[in-house]
Structures are given as C-alpha cells and as structure tokens.
T-cell receptor
Framework: QKEVEQDPGPLSVPEGAIVSLNCTYSNSAFQYFMWYRQYSRKGPELLMYTYSSGNKEDGRFTAQVDKSSKYISLFIRDSQPSDSATYLCAMSNTGGFKTIFGAGTRLFVKA | DTAVSQTPKYLVTQMGNDKSIKCEQNLGHDTMYWYKQDSKKFLKIMFSYNNKELIINETVPNRFSPKSPDKAHLNLHINSLELGDSAVYFC??????????????FGPGTRLTVL
C-alpha cells in the first residue's frame, strides 16, 4: 500500500462547478498537509498547507484534513478554466526533510 | 530573478551516455532536493541535501550521483543512462522553519529522454 493514495483522474467539470479533490494516507505521523498545483510542463507550486486537523480557506480554495480518517480534501469553488492543472497532495512529518506526494489528479475546467 | 533554475530544460541522449543536470536557487534556502516525475505524473523524491550534506537518498541506483558544491547549487550526474531514466527531473529548495512545513519551491524541470 502506498503511503499516499490519490485518484489520478482526469476530472472534467464545467466552469463554475465546485471541485472536490481527495487523498488518503496511511502514516499517522504526518503533521503537515499540502496541496500543490502543477500546470502542464511546469514545476509544482504550493497552493496551501494545513497543520494537523481542521479547515483552511484561501479565496476560492478550502483545504480540509481529517486525521481520524486519514483523509484530506481540497475544494475549489466557482472553478475557472485557469484552474485546469494537476493537483498534488503532499504530506510530511514535523521537522522532516521528506515530503511524500500523491500521484496528482488532472483537472479540466471547461468554459 | 528566477527562484529555482535548472539547466538544461530538455535533454535527449543515447543509452549508456553520462549526463549532468544543474540546479541553482537564489532564495537563500538551506535544503535542496531532486525529484523524478514519471510519465504518470508521480513525483518521487530522490535526494535531499541540507547545508551541502546528504540527508535523504531514496534507494536511487548508484548511477545517480548528486553533488552540492555550495548551499545554492545541487547538481545531478547520471552515469550509463538507461531507457527507464526517461522522466522529468525537478529540483526544489526549502527553508525549514519552526512551525511551518518544508514548503518547497520547484524549478521548471528537465525533461530527459533516453533513446
């Protein structure tokens, strides 16, 4: 079993839809939970991170962590064609140098 | 004023050759990484260096040898290239700080094709 599982998609939605992206993980030592966005032929860039459990909101993006279920989510409200990208979840231990990435979910938002 | 830069951007070479990829960061970070992203977009860490010291080596074949001449540079040399080495290689850097994750800044990637 991989440490982090993420459905690779692709996920195709119409413009304006609410998008839900998810990851599950097996290592209960993870404390930091991150979402990276990667446009085609570019490097990943950090969207947002959450420490431990709870929600975090940043504009149209909301990250949720449920440590009891080992489940994290990223919600995108009012999705735009410019949101079309691959979204990678990532996790790390406190103070660790090693970040484990999910496989990434390819999202297409149609105008 | 690129934060993390890599050269070359594209690399096409024959099996058995030796090649190097260079990475530089101007963010003043202490930690640098090499990742391999395969055709299925799976991003997997290869090496992590902190203050020029190797911290993580994720069971990467000995044909891959990272070198960090200083904190701002982490180069990757690959000997005897194989078909399976074809992938996109990303360099990244981070500044570990108390209370924050090792938020990583990625370079644009080097697309390696081995023929």
């Amino acid at each position: 079993q991989k440490e982090v599982e993420q459905d690779p998609g692709p996920l195709s939605v119409p413009e304006g839809a609410i998008v839900s992206l998810n990851c599950t993980y097996s290592n209960s030592a993870f404390q930091y939970f991150m979402w990276y966005r990667q446009y085609s032929r570019k490097g990943p860039e950090l969207l947002m991170y959450t420490y431990s459990s709870g929600n975090k909101e940043d504009g149209r993006f909301t990250a949720q962590v449920d440590k009891s279920s080992k489940y994290i989510s990223l919600f995108i409200r009012d999705s735009q064609p410019s949101d079309s990208a691959t979204y990678l979840c990532a996790m790390s231990n406190t103070g660790g140098f090693k970040t484990i990435f999910g496989a990434g979910t390819r999202l297409f938002v149609k105008a | 004023d690129t934060a993390v830069s890599q050269t070359p951007k594209y690399l096409v070479t024959q099996m058995g050759n030796d090649k190097s990829i260079k990475c530089e960061q101007n963010l003043g970070h202490d930690t640098m990484y090499w990742y391999k992203q395969d055709s299925k977009k799976f991003l997997k860490i290869m090496f992590s260096y902190n203050n020029k010291e190797l911290i993580i080596n994720e069971t990467v074949p000995n044909r891959f040898s990272p070198k960090s001449p200083d904190k701002a540079h982490l180069n990757l040399h690959i000997n005897s290239l194989e078909l399976g080495d074809s992938a996109v290689y990303f360099c990244a850097s981070s500044q570990e700080a108390s209370g924050t994750p090792d938020t990583q800044y990625f370079g644009p990637g080097t697309r390696l094709t081995v023929l």
